[in-house]
């Protein structure tokens, strides 16, 4: 009998020190030290170093997202202006939680899935 | 002790430094994941009603009769027919006419029907047509077909002579028949069947040969019996007529050549060597020196089949003769016209031939 599972987000335990709030866009490149929390939209790239990229359950990501930690996916990846899917690597694990819904290609180390995740792309795991 | 001289005077220097990343950030909070993707524990699971063996038996396990009458009970599809239900026969043959109609109107199952039908129609046609034409073919090889079945015209050629079969034997006249025979003293007419001598005449010319050989080969003999004749004896009357005189004297001893019947009674010799090509057998019968008892102790071989007489009845008043236009055996009495155009004269059941106003028939 399988359960639900749940993640405690402590940004400061996990080193999140960059934010897009709810309702913000963000457009062009973004590089980050440390971790990025995405509760409003990224149109663009982002290179996030040093700690984990989370997308939460409202915000979207409409670009291509290079992360040395790991990606906590709750919400939706959208295709990007030219139509093709965005890309999605990490260095760490990739966790496609039931809410996600992304129309992009991932690549990680490992990838955990849970029930009800949407994928429309390609998934893909190279060693460390 | 240096290390926290520091962090006091960061402290100081900011002091809401760790706040302010609280406040951006925002506090530690519970996602849900959902359930993860895996294989499913089966230890976890209750087994209690399951299947098992215990006491020799099969526990909390339903029998197939009883799930088949809890399937039936169950389903909608069954027909619960009351007490008062008709007879099985009854329902049986009304649901076959019914299922019958169904069929016959169904365009699908007609020409299903058509193409058997057609099907059968034609294995049927098939077969039959096939035995039709064995027995036409068995019927085909039941008829006779004689050796000269192409008449006067069928020709065999054997070592460069091309020589000619009659239709059917024709036994010379004697002398001895002239009594049987009334009409011996006349010329006797080839029938239309026979065949013309004058073209086997295969006796090379040679400067000592008697003159009264050229003179008997010319066609115009009286008597011109069938010239059967085989290759021996062509090659032996050829030899003797190239060594001269003696020789076709004693080709007339020995090979008895044939020779017309009644230039040949009136010298008291043996005849020359005419250009008569006959059988051995037949030119025995001709000859004057042989007697005239040997032909009848002797039946002379027949080599076609064709029209010849084939049975005389006993009492002599009927002869069978097969006629060469339709191959079937006729019956002819005294004074009849064969095919040939011959009439009838006289039946010899004793000796088997049959006399007509030109030739004697012998039976085959």
Known sequence: ????????IDPVAMNIVNRIAPGSTFRGVLECNGGLMIQGTLEGDAKVFGGPVVLMQEGVIKGDVQCTGDLFLFGKVVVKETGEFSELSANGAAFLAETMDAHANITSTAIKTYEGAQIHGRISTRRK | MNATKEARQSKRANPNNHMITRLVVGEAFVQSMGTPVGQRSLFNQDVSQTIRWKHGRWENSEGLVSKLRKAASQSSDVLNLPISAPKEEEAVEFNFLEYAENLLTDPKVKRRIYIASLTMASLFL????YFLYDQLKSADIDLPIPLGAGGPSNASSQSGLKVEEAPFFVRPLEAGDAGTNPTADRPVVPSANAVEPAGVLPIPS????????????????????????????VASVMA?????????????????????????????????????????????????????????????????????????TPDGK???????????????????????????????????KVVTDSKEYVLE
Request: proline share 12%; no cysteine.
């Open chain 2, 240 to 312: 003797n007529a190239a060594n001269g005189p003696t020789g076709a004297k004693n080709a007339a001893k020995n090979e008895t050549p044939a020779a017309p019947a009644a230039p040949a009674k009136t010298d008291g010799k043996a005849p020359p060597p005419t250009g008569m090509i006959l059988d051995a057998e037949h030119s025995k019968g001709t000859s004057s020196e042989s007697s005239s008892k040997e032909p009848a102790k002797e039946p002379p071989k027949v080599r076609s089949g064709g029209s010849g007489l084939v049975a005389i």
């Open chain 2, 318 to 352: 009927i002869a069978l003769f097969t006629n060469p236009k339709t191959r079937l055996p006729e019956r002819f009495k005294v004074g009849d016209k064969l095919p040939s155009g011959e009439t009838l004269k006289s039946i010899d059941t004793s000796s088997g």
């Open chain 2, 126 to 129: 098939g077969i039959s047509g």
């Open chain 1, 1 to 8: 009998m399988s359960t639900e599972e749940s993640i405690i």
């Open chain 2, 206 to 233: 040679s400067g000592s040969a008697p003159a009264g050989v050229a003179t008997q080969a010319a066609p115009a003999s009286p008597i011109i019996p069938a010239p059967v004749a085989n290759s021996s004896t």
